[in-house]
């Protein structure tokens, strides 16, 4: 079946620096890939997404490229601010519109 | 912009009682959708619809019914709470099946059953 795996956190980082998060996907045919951010006590927001292989989705400052070849859909901000802290899922929808989620990474940024 | 909403936002149930979540969009979306989330597994989905009264099962639908009769509304029924769903239940719906369609989330239910 369809599973996404992001790497576990927390991840903690000073203002400024450089963020990453990874996603790597597993599904049959041809999935839309979103990364959705949860602030505290919040529910979730689309972050951004992409459609197709190749596409790039950005928003905020976040930017993820959609990897065919790879089957991943990395995040990554250049410069972090406090407000970024947060909850990051990484997510996939196959056929069915069913999402999948990873187990989600958690973002601390400290000034 | 109500958008998805959810009630209640925190309860707290003893072992056996029955409750109702309950969730209502705006949006006029045809699909609505149930999520647990739990630490470290991300978000399971539940039950789901595809239109009103039409309902399926999703990945961990044990314990948990549904009944979808207006477009507007998707109540989470626990007809005999269990400490094992304690979690942060979520409500979803999105326009349409379509796989580049963005679903919309509540704020989300923490239940605590003791």
């Known amino acids: 079946g369809d599973s996404v795996t992001q790497m576990e956190g927390p991840v903690t980082l000073s203002e400024e620096a450089f963020l990453t998060i990874n996603c790597t996907y597993t599904a049959t045919g041809y999935p839309s890939l979103f990364w959705y951010v949860q602030y505290p006590g919040e529910g979730l927001q689309l972050l951004l997404k992409?459609?197709?292989?190749?596409d790039k989705g950005s928003n905020k400052g976040f930017e993820a490229t959609y990897r065919k070849e790879t089957t991943s859909f990395h995040l990554e901000k250049g410069s972090v601010q406090v407000s970024d802290s947060a909850v990051y899922f990484c997510?996939?929808?196959?056929?069915?519109?069913?999402?999948?989620f990873g187990g989600g990474t958690r973002v601390l940024v400290k000034p | 912009n109500a958008g998805v909403t959810q009630t209640p936002k925190f309860q707290v149930l003893k072992t056996g009682q029955s409750m109702t979540l309950q969730c209502a969009q705006d949006m006029n979306h045809e699909y609505m959708s149930w999520y647990r989330q739990d630490p470290g597994m991300g978000l399971r989905l539940i039950h789901y619809s595809v239109g009103a009264g039409i309902t399926d099962q999703g990945e961990v639908p044990n314990g948990y019914n549904v009944s979808r009769s207006t477009t507007e509304d998707f109540p989470l029924r626990l007809l005999s709470a269990a400490p094992s769903q304690t979690s942060v239940y979520f409500c979803a719906s999105s326009a349409d099946r379509k796989t580049n369609t963005e679903a919309f989330f509540g704020q989300g239910t923490r239940l605590t059953v003791v």
């Open positions: 997510a996939l929808k196959a056929a069915g519109n069913k999402l999948t």
């Open positions: 992409a459609t197709k292989a190749d």
